[in-house]
């Protein structure tokens, strides 16, 4: 097994990462076809290739912003989504200087790299609108208390991403005053969703909260 750093190792799945079987991902996928999010203009901190980006303009948003800290996934994004409604930026999520207003904002399978997610967190909070909405779905953290974590295949050998548990309460605490939890849902692994989910049957697979901007 052999670790590699966020930027280094996103950078080297940009190719590849729409075309892998992804769990998480498909998993995540389940999940927001159940999510009706409200409002015109969204901000998604942890973009990578913009896979998220349709799913708002199919909804009616008129603009959509995506963070990356990775240049290759932003390049992967832009091809991805070539409309005028979306733009990606590339900054930390954590530190993203001059974007605000926003009905709300989207952590996709982010937190999970991040030792301390307060930063974050408070990010989203300056991006966000008072009233507005915050999503998160992020790996369950039975999951990763059980090994699960980002890996991809390199040449032949896994790279593992950096890679921290954060459960609920973690993630509650760390909102501070800057949003109101709403509700937490444990996500159960669906096989239909994606082959590699079937050894996981019965078992919490992804975790999703909602939470509003004090």
């Known amino acids: 097994m052999r670790s590699t750093d966020v930027v280094s190792g996103y950078d080297l799945w940009a190719q590849s990462y729409d075309h892998c079987d992804n769990p998480l991902v498909a998993m995540t996928g ?17 973009c990578g290739t913009g896979r998220n980006a349709p799913f708002f303009l199919a909804r009616g948003f008129e603009a959509y912003v995506g963070v990356d800290v990775s ?31 926003f009905d709300g904002a989207l952590l996709s399978l ?39 974590r980002a890996h991809f295949d390199h040449e032949g050998e896994d790279l593992y991403l950096p890679s921290y548990l954060h459960d609920a309460a973690a993630i509650h605490a760390a909102m501070a005053d800057d949003w109101a939890l709403v509700s ?31």
């Open 30 to 46: 389940v999940a927001m076809r159940r999510w009706r999010p409200e409002g015109r203009r969204a901000i998604e901190l942890g």
């Open 184 to 214: 937490v849902t444990d996500w159960y692994a669906d096989p239909a969703a994606s082959p590699k989910l079937g050894r996981r049957r019965g078992q919490p697979a992804l975790l999703e909260l909602s939470a509003v901007r004090a």
């Open 110 to 148: 982010v937190l999970e790299h991040a030792e301390d997610v307060a930063p974050l967190l408070a990010s989203a909070a300056r991006a966000v609108r008072p009233g507005g909405w915050l999503q998160i779905f992020e790996i369950h953290p039975r999951w990763r208390a059980q090994g699960g």
């Open 71 to 101: 240049p290759g996934m932003l390049a992967q994004a832009a091809r991805n989504v070539p409309d005028p409604r979306v733009r990606f930026v590339h900054a930390d999520a954590a530190e993203v200087p001059g974007l605000c207003g």
